[in-house]
């Protein structure tokens, strides 16, 4: 029996006890990286391997031991150390993964305390995440021409299952099922818009017509932040080329990074608390939506009033 198995009375592990979670066996991972240390230390001095086969380090030989990859070991250890306790205890009890917790790491105490209470919750860990600054919302974009390279990737990936397992029946019925697919989203870009736009909800309360079509309006945002992703990267492989040497690419990198945020900080984050019932409201200016940092123009006009409302 593992050291992480809770013993009952008997001596015996309860059989109604859940196994633990990726995240869980982790951060036993962690824990038994410290005893591992000074071992593991001697072993790399000496360039032998510990007994199981693995190398000499310490988080390696821990993570084999509880069944997780290095990297996840390392994160927990990370938790562990920058991490309040009750992150650690979040994490220890399933309440976040490690791999959220550790985003937590550089963030204030008060933060990391604030975001395991919202969590708890019911919250979306990844709308709090974002509210706090430790994780970027921006989602993959989605079109025609990023779908058919994923589709295209994805049969290559079978072809070389298949090369190195040999044919099965199940190779063909995943390149129908992806065929089918394929169809099913060119048909649904040919068709258009069929039937009313989604509704957005907050807090189980479907958000007004006029708020809901801000909260629509976000796909535009982040379409543009990607836009300038994409850019940023194009610059840097341009400057790195024969003829760009004199690009400033990480000038016009930070430059790019500071309109997506801008961008970012600018879009429909939360509901406002008149919900778009007031066209007068001071907080929104009767938008019925707050943006998740209003701007400010720091080179305000001669007559000290900001250039940009």
């Keep these: 029996?593992?050291?992480h198995e809770k013993p009952n009375r008997n001596g015996t592990a309860k059989a109604n006890q859940r196994p633990p979670t990726i995240s869980q066996r982790a951060m036993f991972a962690a824990q038994r990286m410290k005893d591992l240390a000074t071992v593991s230390g001697q072993r790399q001095w000496a360039g032998a391997k510990a007994p199981d086969g693995t190398k000499g380090k310490a988080s390696a030989q821990a993570a084999s031991e509880e069944g997780v990859g290095t990297r996840t070991a390392e994160l927990a250890r990370l938790v562990l150390r920058a991490?309040?306790?009750?992150?650690v205890a979040?994490?220890?009890?399933?309440?976040l993964t490690v791999s959220a917790a550790a985003k937590l790491a550089k963030k204030m105490p008060g933060v990391q305390r604030q975001v395991v209470g919202e969590v708890a919750k019911g919250r979306p860990v990844v709308e709090v995440l974002a509210e706090a600054g430790a994780q970027d919302r921006r989602l993959p974009r989605f079109d025609n021409d990023v779908f058919e390279k994923l589709a295209i990737q994805f049969k290559r990936l079978l072809n070389l299952r298949r090369y190195s397992l040999g044919d099965h029946p199940s190779y063909h019925v995943a390149l129908a099922r992806q065929e089918e697919l394929l169809n099913a989203v060119r048909q649904w870009t040919l068709s258009g818009l069929q039937g009313p736009p989604p509704t957005y909800t907050r807090y189980g309360r479907p958000l007004p017509v006029r708020v809901n079509e801000a909260f629509q309006f976000r796909g535009q945002f982040e379409d543009t932040m990607h836009d300038l992703d994409s850019l940023s990267r194009r610059i840097g492989m341009m400057a790195r080329r024969d003829g760009g040497q004199c690009i400033p690419a990480k000038y016009i990198a930070?430059?790019?990074e500071e309109v997506s945020r801008?961008?970012?900080g600018a879009c429909p984050h939360h509901v406002c608390t008149?919900?778009?019932?007031s066209p007068t409201h001071a907080e929104c200016g009767g938008r019925g939506w707050m943006p998740l940092r209003p701007y400010q123009d720091p080179n305000p006009n001669i007559?000290?009033?900001n250039s940009h409302p």
């Design 1 to 3: 029996m593992k050291h």
């Design 83 to 87: 991490c309040d306790r009750e992150v």
């Design 90 to 95: 979040a994490v220890e009890s399933g309440l």
């Design 254 to 256: 930070r430059k790019l």
């Design 262 to 264: 801008l961008l970012w």
């Design 274 to 277: 008149c919900w778009g019932d």
């Design 303 to 305: 007559d000290g009033t």
